[in-house]
Antibody, heavy 121, light 110 residues
Framework: EVQLVESGGGLVKPGGSLRLSCAVS????????MNWVRQAPGKGLEWVSS????????YYGASVKGRFTISRDNAKNSLYLQMNSLRAEDTAVYYC??????????????WGQGALVTVSS | QSVLTQPPSVSAAPGQKVTISCSGS????????VSWYQQLPGTAPKLLIY???NRPSGIPDRFSGSKSGTSATLGITGLQTGDEADYYC???????????FGGGTKLTVL
């Protein structure tokens, strides 16, 4: 059974940092791209970042570029999102989601349950 | 303002059919596969349709997808109260090198 479990969410002050993790199981992790997608309270889905199966490509959304860093450890079956210089508008539930291919995914076929990040003083 | 445009809401009676549109451009829908996601209240999104018109295992055939040019459509027949959810379309935008989502459509089954 494919499982994705996020952790590391919480309350952080504006300008602070937080690192999210996503532990996966039930599939060969290195064979799939991985993504972070967020959802602000009462709002729609917003893609944040993608990383290829071997880490060969990385993309970021405009709103987080230069502040967030995606990474993965294929030996530990884990995906990460390092979030720096956090702003109030980064407050959201952050989902990790699997791409259906290691490169050039056409859908996000499995999602975690989400981790809430609240940026507030 | 989302790159992909969806109606904010749709509604229909139980047993009826509803369609949800998703409009984009040549840099996204026009040249890439579209996927659809269902988000039931308080839960994570779930893949409903992939590669424009394919259903993952376990998704009933009441759900269907289609694509024409720079637009895509999700169809749901035999509506049930359990179908009340937010529905999102998504695709890769090769000009922006980003995944783009529609703003979401709230389905109400009256």
């Amino acid at each position: 059974e494919v499982q994705l479990v996020e952790s590391g969410g919480g309350l952080v002050k504006p300008g602070g940092s937080l690192r999210l993790s996503c532990a996966v199981s039930g599939f060969t992790f290195r064979s799939y791209s991985m993504n972070w997608v967020r959802q602000a309270p009462g709002k729609g889905l917003e893609w944040v970042s993608s990383i290829g199966g071997t880490g060969s490509y990385i993309y970021y959304g405009a709103s987080v570029k230069g502040r967030f860093t995606i990474s993965r450890d294929n030996a530990k079956n884990s995906l990460y999102l390092q979030m720096n210089s956090l702003r109030a508008e980064d407050t959201a539930v952050y989902y990790c989601a699997r791409g259906d291919f290691p490169v050039g995914s056409t859908c996000l076929d499995y999602w975690g349950q989400g981790a809430l990040v609240t940026v507030s003083s | 303002q989302s790159v992909l445009t969806q109606p904010p809401s749709v509604s229909a009676a139980p047993g009826q059919k509803v369609t949800i549109s998703c409009s984009g451009s040549s840099s996204n829908i026009g040249n890439n596969y579209v996927s659809w996601y269902q988000q039931l209240p308080g839960t994570a999104p779930k893949l409903l349709i992939y590669d424009n018109d394919n259903r993952p295992s376990g998704i009933p055939d009441r759900f269907s997808g289609s694509k024409s040019g720079t637009s895509a459509t999700l169809g749901i027949t035999g509506l049930q109260t359990g179908d009340e959810a937010d529905y999102y379309c998504a695709t890769w935008d090769h000009s922006l090198s980003v995944w783009v989502f529609g703003g979401g459509t709230k389905l109400t089954v009256l």
